[in-house]
């Protein structure tokens, strides 16, 4: 899960108290989609912001679905998943303990307990994998800093987050590939300078590619890609008009606040 600094997002507030403390770590209480979603995270370190729950709008499952959210941190993009969509599960994959308790309690704390599992795990791990079986849908928000190109964080839960450790991006998306059913969909969010090493390793065994660029404002360049593909099929990539998040005064963009408030789908 890559890390972020949370920002002004609509439907997100953070939690007036001072942080608590779970895990052996501080925490603040932030709501996501209008307070549809309340979900405990770190205080310092790994934040989630806007995007998982960009990540989480991509999809669109019917019942009774399976879906595997891979480095999935305290449950952010599983949880706004579930919380759009009835009748589905979702399986939540993490590195680090304390993020998956914190997943843990969240999906408990949202009365999404039944429907959502996680599990402590590298996504390189063979037994990891084969314990989830084949599942209908993959997403995925990796680190975005490649391995050896960015120093890591002094902050162990921020470093994991934000740059590549033992698993690359071709690690990510080659677990992904390989859970999913024939036909199922693999969706990532990334940062936009990526793009073309993350299209070439989908390409492997993903096939009709959907990129979504994803833009702050509508005169510049795009920082972050939607990427969605299915397996084993092989139409033609399709680049969709851009996201843009924000109007040129600062406010979010009516499509940017359907999303982010209202929990409605990107429809890819």
């Given at each position: ?20 403390v ?5 925490v ?5 989609l ?36 891979l ?71 990796p ?15 921020k ?6 450790s ?43 590619l ?8 509508a ?39 359907h ?10």
């Amino acid at each position: 899960m890559a890390a972020e600094t949370p920002l002004d997002i609509p439907g997100m507030a953070r939690s007036v108290p001072p942080p608590a403390v779970a895990e052996g770590i501080a925490v603040t209480t932030d709501s996501f989609l209008d307070g549809r979603l309340v979900l405990r995270q770190p205080g310092e370190g790994y934040r989630a912001a806007i995007d998982p729950v960009l990540l989480a709008s991509a999809v669109t499952a019917p019942m009774g679905a399976r879906l595997v959210d891979l480095g999935c941190g305290v449950g952010t993009a599983g949880l706004c998943v579930l919380a759009r969509l009835p009748g589905i599960d979702c399986i939540g994959i993490d590195l680090q303990p304390p993020l998956v308790e914190l997943a843990k309690a969240n999906a408990r704390a949202n009365d999404l307990g039944e429907r959502y599992q996680v599990r402590c795990g590298s996504i390189r791990a063979e037994a990891v994998l084969r314990d989830l079986g084949t599942v209908d849908q993959v997403i995925a928000n990796p680190p975005y800093l490649a391995q050896g190109q960015a120093s890591p964080s002094a902050h162990p839960i921020k470093a994991l987050a934000n740059v590549e450790s033992d698993a690359l991006l071709s690690d990510w998306v080659g677990a992904a590939a390989r859970i999913v059913r024939p036909g199922g969909v693999v969706t990532f969010i990334h940062r936009a300078d990526r793009l073309p090493e993350l299209l070439a390793l989908m390409r492997e065994s993903l096939g009709s590619l959907v990129i979504l660029p994803i833009q702050p404002k509508a005169a510049s360049d795009a920082n972050r890609v939607i990427v969605q593909g299915r397996k084993g099929k092989r139409a033609p990539a399709r680049l969709l008009p851009p996201l843009i998040l924000h109007e040129a005064d600062g406010r979010y963009a009516a499509a940017a606040q359907h999303v982010l408030r209202d929990g409605g789908s990107l429809d890819l």
